[in-house]
């Protein structure tokens, strides 16, 4: 049997324990090669592809569309045409029968933590060796460090990864002073102080680019490589239908469509995202703290902050990843950027491609540094 091949429920994210199928994009005995997307899983962050890790024919289907199942689970199995249907069956019956879902409990995985900094408390998720390059991933607007869940396990398998909640955000301090971008850059700053952390590959989404940018300009001795993220500051304009309705939709009727501004595919956001998003907005202090960050940075649709002019002065490798069907910074304000910085286009992306072409941005990530 060992010319039969499973596909398993991947495990997206440090927290991810299961996922439901949502749909086959191929059908039973249709070829497949490694790389091709073959279903939709959903997880309780967003919907995203699944591509098949292995080629060859999709001899079996294991686990219909709308099925929850652990992750490690057997989804389907691949085979060459020529062995037996017999074969098959046994291999699915034997791995049924001698699968054990993985532990939730495990003592040994990393959890989300609070570190006291100069700026207030900022809560982490570390992962990777503690002798590694480090990697510092920072969110975007109204997003929080899961945002990362299919990035940072990935990239923590060869270095030190830390996915941050910028204050104002998911568990760190609700006290975001007047919310400019240069005070988010000292907090950042300031966790990398206390996380006894000289410098890093610095990896910001939109907000968190612009945060990223500055931290670069301003230290340049604390980057060591900038990975920009449909960032913020690079061009005049921002979608503010957006920003405002992020702010202050409180019904998930309404702030569904909001959140579908973020993507290419709306049908990737699930009712468990937006769900995600009214909880964290019901917080003492978040919307206050929304709004002043808001207020500091976003005028009317336009950018009050502008960074990209800073790229000229970072000695680091810089590059920039924007989604092409991005409807909240539009991908055009990559255009002009020095010849130093690499720009890398991802076509069926929105905003938030780290998400949307997840494998495409952690191999750029990696191979910058």
């Not at 500051?233 to 909001?258: H, M, N, T, W, Y």
């Not at 909240?328 to 905003?351: M, T, Y």
Request: charged share 20%; net charge negative.
């Amino acid at each position: 049997m060992s010319s039969i091949k499973p596909i398993t429920m991947p495990k997206w994210g440090l927290a991810m324990d299961e996922g439901m199928l949502a749909r086959w994009a191929v059908e039973e005995g249709a070829e497949i090669a490694p790389g091709q997307e073959i279903m939709d899983i959903e997880t309780t962050k967003i919907a995203n592809v699944f591509e098949s890790p292995v080629g060859g024919i999709l001899r079996k289907q294991v686990v219909s569309e709308g099925e929850t199942v652990p992750v490690g689970a057997l989804l389907g199995v691949v085979s060459e045409p020529d062995v037996p249907d017999g074969e098959v069956e046994a291999f699915v019956t034997e791995f049924l029968e001698n699968f054990t879902p993985e532990e939730t409990d495990d003592a040994g995985a990393p959890t989300p933590e609070m570190v006291e900094t100069a700026s207030g408390a900022i809560r982490r998720l570390k992962a990777g060796p503690d002798d590694g390059a480090a990697v510092i991933l920072i969110h975007g607007f109204g997003a929080d460090l899961n945002g990362w869940m299919f990035n940072q396990a990935e990239l923590a398998a060869e270095r030190q990864v830390h996915a941050i909640d910028l204050p104002g955000h998911g568990g760190s301090t609700k006290s975001v002073g007047d919310g400019a971008v240069a005070t988010l850059a000292a907090a950042v700053t300031a966790y990398m102080d206390a996380a006894e952390i000289n410098s890093a590959h610095l990896v910001g989404h939109s907000l968190g680019g612009a945060v990223a940018t500055s931290i670069a300009a301003a230290s340049p001795e604390r980057v060591s490589a900038l990975t920009l993220i449909a960032p913020a500051g690079f061009g005049s304009d921002v979608s503010q239908d957006f920003i405002e309705g992020f702010i202050g939709q409180s019904r998930a009727r309404k702030l569904r469509p909001i959140i579908e501004l973020l993507v290419a595919d709306p049908s990737l956001v699930t009712a468990d995202m937006v769900e995600e998003v009214l909880k964290f907005k019901r917080l003492d202090g978040v919307v206050a703290a929304l709004r002043t960050i808001a207020d500091a940075n976003f005028d009317n649709g336009a950018q009050r902050v502008q960074v990209r002019d800073h790229l000229g002065n970072v000695s680091a490798p810089v590059q920039v990843i924007w989604g092409e069907d991005d409807r909240i910074l539009a991908a055009g304000h990559a255009d002009g950027l020095p010849d130093s910085v690499k720009v890398i286009r991802l076509a069926g992306a929105g905003h938030i491609p780290h998400m949307e072409k997840a494998a495409d941005v952690n191999a750029a990530i990696s191979a910058l540094g």
